[in-house]
């Protein structure tokens, strides 16, 4: 078994991740130009993904401080904002089937055996059935979050 990371390795980790998150919200937005066809989703939903990066790097520097309330509350956002962006993006590639309504699916060695629409009809289904696992998810998360946050007794 490993030590656990001193207090530099986290803080260097944190602060990476807040770069990281930080460089791809910028991207997404525009602010950094960067020509639409490196992304393959909608920018609002890259610059979701990267929030939830920059909100990890936060949780990350976190734990460095005594202070278990902010702690707990970058903590909820960083795992409410990645749930919530896998949610919409498997949504998304449900309705949308990605780039120009067309999804490319393999499923193992099916995909050889079956004809290509049965193959792609199959696709279909299992990504809509994650998609609508997803969103389940997200919602019990939002729901347990917001109980907490609603319930909370003043200190």
Not at 62 to 70: E, F, V
Not at 72 to 101: K, S
Request: overall charge positive.
């Amino acid at each position: 078994m490993s030590a656990p990371p001193g207090r530099r390795g986290t803080l260097v980790v944190g602060l990476f991740v807040i770069l990281m998150g930080t460089m791809i919200f910028l991207a997404a937005a525009n602010i950094i130009p960067q020509p639409d066809e490196k992304f393959h989703a909608p920018r609002w939903m890259v610059a979701f993904f990267g929030l939830g990066f920059f909100f990890a790097g936060w949780y990350l520097l976190s734990l460095l401080l005594p202070a278990p309330i902010t702690r707990q509350v970058l903590a909820h956002a960083c795992g409410l904002t990645l749930i919530t962006g896998g949610a919409v993006f498997m949504t998304w590639l449900a309705w949308t089937g990605g780039e120009g309504g067309q999804m490319t699916v393999s499923i193992g060695p099916f995909s050889m055996l079956l004809p290509r629409n049965i193959a792609r009809s199959i696709g279909h289904v299992v990504i809509w059935f994650f998609a609508a696992l997803n969103d389940a998810i997200a919602l019990f998360v939002w729901w347990y979050v917001l109980r907490g946050i609603i319930r909370r007794r003043a200190p």
